[in-house]
Structure formats: structure tokens, C-alpha cells
């Protein structure tokens, strides 16, 4: 067991954790932040993504003992005071999801997508997008999303 | 079979609009609930052991050191379940004489596919589960496996050995002898002397589901009933199962399926991992819980699709079509699985698709192999009868010389000819598919993209463009009871609604058809707000718990509004008719003079009115009812379809391939669907764009690939190739409408449209693309591998195995790296 202290969604934890925990079973099942989930077992999906200290990460390619003294934010913390992230508003006024479980990660690195190119092309957004996958979308409206986050004008 | 005459009007309100979803809020800040978020007091987690070999006797399952591992309370084998673990029911035997061996969770003797299960091992937590596991040590003999569908329809090798044969059931349909029609042999035998035949072997790969929310299932034993979370498409009939196959009464059995991430079909199964979670937990007593890894997932949850499609068109030298010969072969996999053998049979109607054929012939043969079982994939059934028939008419047009919608238009049911009733038997109630071609033609800019594609053939350009057009219609709406009775289902079509209306003025409405992502929440709140006049806000959908919705059958087959939605408006219309008396009775006037609009009751001629809140306040307190009234608004509705809706369209693809590697790159999608009057057309988009996204998959990207002994390759996310957002282009999506007129509200299944039209639409693309270079045929999916070597033998007939991987999209490199 090692301890670790992590700064997740604003708030500090000091936990023991195993070397071998993921990042992403230390969030869901010690924290309980649920909101971040698990959809594959190569690092393909990015259904676990999270930003570690602003920048997207795939949860379950790093350990929790990685984490230590640094920040994590999750879906969970994006929203402040009740008001959504543009990127959140975005997703629900493009109908950017169905089933939702894409969601979290696919919100997360869309984030550092326009924090990397504030105005990319539909191209790079896609190229971007490239690791988290939705089975639900066909990615039409997520493209949309990020376009309307991003301030850009929108095809339909 | 027609209803429109009793359509009321429909205050056009909340109905047609692009409502934002209800169902956002919790999705997109991360307040899930999700199988695997669950935990309880006590809870105990669950690894499976699983066989590495398709096909192999079980000798010997040493458990001693897993048992012996930390962290773990029980290690039990199929032989310790003995019969309290159940069985896995088929619920559809196409044939009253089809084969099936009995289907056990976890069996004890043999196993017959990789992934079966032979032990699970449970512990305090999961990582002690799954790492005792890898200790279980399991003596297999291994036996032949049955890999090759037309080898083991010839019984080369046994899938099991007892049942004598891999054949299963032979399933037939025959216009001549059901009186629908002539007799296709004679139509073939004319155009062989004096017309056209057009043969054809074409292959429906195997396909994964791939829902991004691997399955998951909780089971808890404690408390006087036992409640199972699952991550499943169909609660009420886990919920059935269970109680017919585990000996607990069916009131003792409560299912609840929560937020449930996708399922496409694949999570239209009664699977052994609830079977076998539910034994564990009522052994040990324990709340016990389950997820699979997605290798797992890929693994033993059910495939869909894998058949071989022989076709045989007859048309005279016209073009017009005589007749249709359609014999299939069917991979079932190791079992018949919950629906198993009849989505092939699905597909028997809708092979004549939106054509006038004289003679048809539908046959088909389901065989095992030591696979995973196969059962519904989105659209099941259908799809792979349009592609064998959209395919067929390009080729016909080939033959001819004429562009693909002259054979189409010569052979297609024209608007007038509504209600028309096809060679399969069915009655298609309405559509329009001179319009939806129209539309759809002008908005693709068709003639110019031909200009294009002549101008680049001329011109011998490396980058060659195709066209792919597919007209297609489906029936959906599953399903009548009694044509699901003609066909041996066991069980019903319809679907149960509720509506409570609360003292606070509040709607409670409840549905049995359970959704995972289609956005009910906020379709049926549209539908209920126009219907009582009431808010949309004031609308809450409750659905997906087998105690707060008793009875349903459920969400699959582009059911859910046009059976489910039904439902819903027969409960609604009764509240009204509940409502109206006691209105009468308060404003003191005649029950005849009462009206009802707009969520408002008055009197006729008069400005005295109450609104329906204030009768649900009214008859709460139930201080001054009418004499011997029931102090009660809620109603019921159980509501069986009379019919199928027809939906239909037409989609256009173009694409660019580079003749020199073989690559194929989107140019544009265009489709134009009817699926009569939409409720919300944000939902109803984005019902196409997925479902043109797994179409568009099926043609270029997929396929669960086994290798020579029986191990699926294919099997994780680097292997199957879910397409990503850089695979996909933004798509032109519009509608022509014609109402159905066998619901109510006009409406047609939406949910399996795209997936349906959009695979022959691009697979005629890269054929059109090719034809040049004498090329009729790529076997799907058309990878760039398949494109290049087509181009290089001239069209000349070859096999080339789909490579794992065969279109990496995911840099090795950039495995997600921190
Ligand atoms: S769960 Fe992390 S990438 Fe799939
Ligand atoms: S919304 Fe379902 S996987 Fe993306």
C-alpha cells in the first residue's frame, strides 16, 4: 500500500492505494466518482478520460500512485456552481449523446481538444476525437458540439 | 387495418419539436447509475473462468488454489450449480422440430464455443476475483471445431457431437404455396430461356454489437425478494426467464434495468452471466456483482449477423423482375440463443422489399458452430435482406446498361398503389418513394456527381469516384401477437402504459418498454404533454424497473413509439374519459357538454372550464365526486399492434477510391427517410446518424474474425474496428412524409432505418467505383486490402480473409500514453 494525496474536482484526498490501482478504479471505487467509467481494456475507448492537471489523460492508462500531488478533474467537477461548462451546454444543445456513456470521456477530451486549438476545422476535430469511441452518435453531433463551444458557425 | 378515420386532432405543440433531452442532465455531469457504479453492503464480486478452445471436453476443473487465494469465499463449477443455475431459454423455435441442444450457463461436461464458461470464482473484490481466477486450473481435451458455415451445413464437423447434425431448422417461405404469388422456379426457368437471371453468392459477415457500456449485473438476495441490476434491453423478459428456468416465482423476482449504455440488439439476450451471478447470490446469500472486461465483452456476448446468402433474379430482358430465389444459411453459433434462429426469419419478408415481384421463395437453413451465438444486431434480419436485394437490383441495372434507379422505378410499388400487399404476404399501408428519391437525388447533387464519376473514368484518375444508391423499407414495429404467433414466437407484440396523475397536478407515466439511450424520457413526455395539455416539464417517465413498470415487453425492433408510444395515448385518452365526468359533476353541466383542449375542461357555449391539474386535485381529496365515482384518474393500456409500419428510403453514397492502395475515403452521405410524423426530430437525427454509422461499419470496417482453432482475433478495440470520429463524415439526412395509418400518431420506427439502407448503399458505391475494372463483387467489409486486390485480378473470384486489423485507425504509438 502507498499512500497518495490527490487533488480531485476541488477537493484534496489522502488515501492508501495499492502500486498496481488504476487511476480510474481508485476514482470510481474509492472516491465514488462514478461519472467516470470503464469501456475497454486496451486504452482504445477513452470512455475513462479525465484531465490531470489540465491536460486529458486516459484514466486507465495511469496508476493512482501517478496521480500523487497532482489535480484531477473529472465530469463530476466540471460544472461550477450549478452552471454547466460551455462544453456540457454544448453536448446537450447538439444532442451530442444517446445512451450517454461516451459522454463523460468524450466531453473531457473535447475540452483539451479546443484548449490545445481553439477554433480546430470539422478534420481536426475528428483527428482529435480519434480515441474515444461512441457507438451511439455516428459523431455528427458531437462534431456540432465541439463547433458550438468553440464559437464556430455550425452546418446543420 | 386502418385507424386515421378516429385520428382527434392533435394539437400541434409539443409534438414535431426539437425538444432538448430530459435524459442530458445526469448523463453529461457524470450523476449516472450504471450496473457497475452499484454497491451494497457485503457485496461480493465475480470473475469467470472461460475456455480458451471452441470445442473441448471438460476432464478435470482443480479449484484448490483459487480457493485458497485471499479475498475468496467460493469457487464454483458447473458441477457445483448442478440444476439450481437454470437454463437459457430460446424463445423462438422457427420450426416445431428445430434442433437445440439445452443451453446451460455454465456446463459441466463440455464446451462449445471460447468464452464459455467453466468456474467462477467469487471474492471480496474484484482485483482478488479476477486474479484467482488465473489460478483455476481446468483440463480440457480438445475436440474438432465447426468453423466454416457451409462446411458444418454439410456436418464435416460436429458442433455437438450428440445432436448428430449441425443443421438446426429448415425454415420456408413459398408465394406459390402460401397463394401470395407464382412459383419462382418456373420465373427463373422463363428468363433463362428468354430473359435475364442474376446469381449470387454474397456474404453478411459476423458482426459485434459493441454497445460502449460493457454488461454488467448485480444481484441481490437479501429482503423478502430478489433483485437483479442488469445491464439489459429487455428487464421484464430476464425477469420471466428467471422465474421459468430458477423455480423462484415470478413475484418473488424483481429486475431493474438502470442507465443501460447502448445495446443495438446485443443486449437482447438472457445471458449466463445473470444466470450464473443469480445462482451465486442466492447460494451465498450475498449481494454479488459481475462486469465483463471488454475483451469478454467482444468475446461471449452475443454476435450478430453470419450468413451466406445464395440469390437468384429472374427480370425479363426489360428488366422487369419475374421472380426472387432466396436461400440462406445461417450461423446460429454454439446455441440457439433468446431469439437466435429468427432474425434470419425476420428478413424472409422484406427480401421483395419495396418491389412488385410475381414469385418469390424464401428458404432458410440455421446451423451450429463452436462460436459465440449469434442473435440481434440492429435491424436484424432486415438488413441483410436489403443488402441481398439492393445489391441485386444494381446488378441487374449492370446488366442492362441503365442507371440503377431505371430497374428500380420499373419494379418499385408506385404512391397510388397504396395499400399494397406484397408478394411475402404483407400489407404496406403507405409511402412514397418516387418523393423520398426525388428529394433525395437533388440534395446529393446526383447528376453532378455522375458528371464527376465520368469525368474521372475518362480521364483514367487515379482516385475513381462511386455512386451507391439503396431504396429500401423495413417492417418495424415488432409485433403483432398474432403473426408472432403464426411463427412459433413464444410470446407477444404489445406493449403497457400507465398514466397517474398526481395530486400536485404532476404525470406520472409509466412504459414497459425499457430505453438505453433513444431518449424516451423526453419523446413520451412530448407525446403526453399534447396529449393532456399538461407542461412537458410536469412529465416524468418512469420505465426500466420491473416493480415500477410490471408488465412490458421492452425495447428492440424499432418498437418503442409506435407500440410503446400507442400504449401510451390509449392510457392518456382514458385518463380524459375519467376526468370528464367529474368535471361535469363540479361545473354542474351535462357530461355531453364537457370538451376537452388544450388541458382544459368546459362547457360548451360557456367561458366555465376547470383544468385537468384541478379534477387530479379534486380527485385526490375526493370531497365532491359524482355518486359511486372511483376516486381515481389512473389508467392503464395494454396495446397490441394490428399491423407493422413500413418506413422507407432512399440513400445515396459517394465515395473516392484510390485505385493504386485501395483506400476509400467518404465523399458524401445523403438519405432521404420517411418514418411518417416524427415527434422530435433531434432524437429521430440522431437515431440515423448512429444507425448509418454501424451500416456504413458492416460495409467497411468490421467483422469478427475466428482464426483456425476457433479464437476469436478480433478481440479487443484494437482488432474490431468500431469506426471513430476521423472514419466518419457529417452526413445530409431529410424526410418526406407519409403518416402511417396503423398508429394513431402517424409515426414509423426510426431506430434501425439508417443501419438497414446504408450497407448496399456503400457497398454499390465501391462496386460502381469498380465496375470499370470488371469487378462485381468485395466481400464485406471492403477493406482497402480487398479493394486493391479486386482492382488487381479484374473482378476475377477470390477469397480473401478479412486481416485482423485490416484498416488500423488506432496509432500503435499513441496507446494512451499520459
Ligand atoms: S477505459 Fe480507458 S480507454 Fe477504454
Ligand atoms: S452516446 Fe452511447 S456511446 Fe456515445
Known sequence: MTRITVQVDDESYTDEVEPRTLLVHYLREQLGKTGTVVGCDTSNCGACTVHLDGRSVKSCNVL???????????????????????????????????CGYCTPGMIMQSIDLLNENPTPTEKEIRAGLEGNLCRCTGYHNIVRAVQTASGQEVAS | MTLIEDRPDIAVKEIGRERLRKEDQRLITGRTKWTDNITLPGMLHMAMVRSPFAHANIININVDAAKAAPHVKAVLTGADLGDGQGVLINAWAITTDQKTPVHLPMPSARVSFAGEIVAVVVARTAAAAR???????????????????RENAEDKVLAHPDLGTNKSAFWKFDSAEAGTGGNVDEAIATARAEGIVIERDYRQQRLIPAFMEPRSVVVDPTGEQITMWSATQVPHIVRFALAATTGVPESKIRVIAPDVGGGFGGKLQVTPEEWIAWAVGRRLGKPVKYTETRSESLMAAHHGRDQWQKLTLAATKEGKVTGLKVELL????????????????????????????????????????????????????????????????????????????????????????????????????????????????????YDALRAEQKQRRDSGDRVQLGIGVSTFTEMCGLAPSRVLGSLNYGAGGWEHASVRMLATGKVEVVTGASAHGQGHETAFSQIIADRLGVPFEDVEVLHGDTQTAPKGLDTYGSRSLVVGGEALVKAADKVIEKARPVAAHLLEASVDDIEFSAGRFSVKGTDQGLAIQEIAGAVFVAHNLPDGMEPSLDSDATYDPINFNYPHGTHLCALEIDTETGQI??????????????????????????????GIAQALFEEAVYDDSGTLVSGSFVDYLVPTAADMISFDIGHTTTPSLTNTLGTKGVGEAGTIASTPAVVNAVVDALRQFGVD?????????RVWKAIQSGGQKQQVPTEAAAVPHFDESEGGTP
Not at chain 2, 486474479?131 to 458455415?149: Q, R
Open chain 2, 131 to 149: 486474479d484467482a481466477a488465473e489460478l483455476v486450473d481446468v483440463d480440457y481435451e480438445e475436440l474438432p471445431a465447426a468453423l466454416d458455415l
Open chain 2, 665 to 694: 475515403t467518404m465523399r458524401k452521405y445523403t438519405c432521404v427517410d420517411d418514418i411518417g410524423n416524427v415527434i422530435n426530430p433531434l432524437i429521430v437525427s440522431g437515431q440515423m446518424h448512429g444507425g448509418l454509422t454501424q
Open chain 2, 777 to 785: 463483387d468485395v466481400q464485406m467489409p471492403c477493406t482497402p486490402e
Open chain 1, 64 to 98: 493512482a500512485v501517478q496521480a500523487d500531488g497532482h489535480e484531477v478533474t473529472t465530469i463530476e467537477g466540471l460544472a461550477k456552481n450549478g452552471e454547466l461548462h460551455p462544453m456540457q451546454a454544448a453536448f446537450h444543445e447538439c444532442h451530442a449523446l444517446q
Open chain 2, 330 to 445: 445461417a450461423d446460429l453459433g454454439s446455441y440457439v440463443a433468446v431469439v437466435g434462429g429468427g432474425v434470419p426469419v425476420l428478413g424472409a419478408f422484406m427480401f421483395n422489399a419495396i418491389y412488385k415481384f410475381p414469385a418469390y421463395q424464401f428458404t432458410c437453413q440455421t446451423v451450429f458452430s463452436n462460436k459465440a451465438w449469434t442473435d440481434a444486431y440492429r435491424g436484424a434480419g432486415r438488413p441483410e435482406a436489403t443488402f441481398g436485394i439492393e445489391r441485386l437490383m444494381d446488378e441487374l441495372a449492370n446488366e442492362l446498361g441503365v442507371d440503377p434507379f431505371v430497374v428500380r422505378e420499373m419494379n418499385w410499388i408506385t404512391h397510388e398503389e397504396f395499400p399494397f400487399t406484397t408478394v411475402a404476404g404483407l400489407e404496406y399501408d403507405s409511402g412514397n418513394y418516387e418523393a423520398a428519391t426525388a428529394k433525395a437525388k437533388e440534395s446529393f447533387g
